[in-house]
């Protein structure tokens, strides 16, 4: 399961949230969130679930989709 940034950024744009917020709200570091949205690092489902929740939203308006 992967982050979709265009997906993210967007989900971050309807909750007018900025990078340091989401990792204040979702307790990820700005460096753990940079490798995951760089793709170099694969995040847990447990972690790309406290994204979606700081963001309110659902876990699938921020991955990408299943070939």
């Known amino acids: 399961m992967k982050i979709d940034n265009h997906k993210l950024d967007m989900a971050m ?3 007018r ?9 979702s ?3 700005r460096s ?3 490798l995951i949205r760089n793709k170099k690092r694969d995040p ?3 972690t790309i679930g ?3 929740k700081a ?7 921020i991955i990408e989709k299943e070939a």
């Open 55 to 61: 963001l309110d939203v659902d876990v699938t308006e």
């Open 44 to 46: 847990r489902p447990a």
């Open 50 to 52: 406290k994204i979606a």
């Open 32 to 34: 753990a969130l940079s």
């Open 17 to 25: 949230t900025d990078v340091q917020t989401l990792c204040e709200s």
């Open 13 to 15: 744009a309807r909750s």
């Open 27 to 29: 307790g990820l570091s």
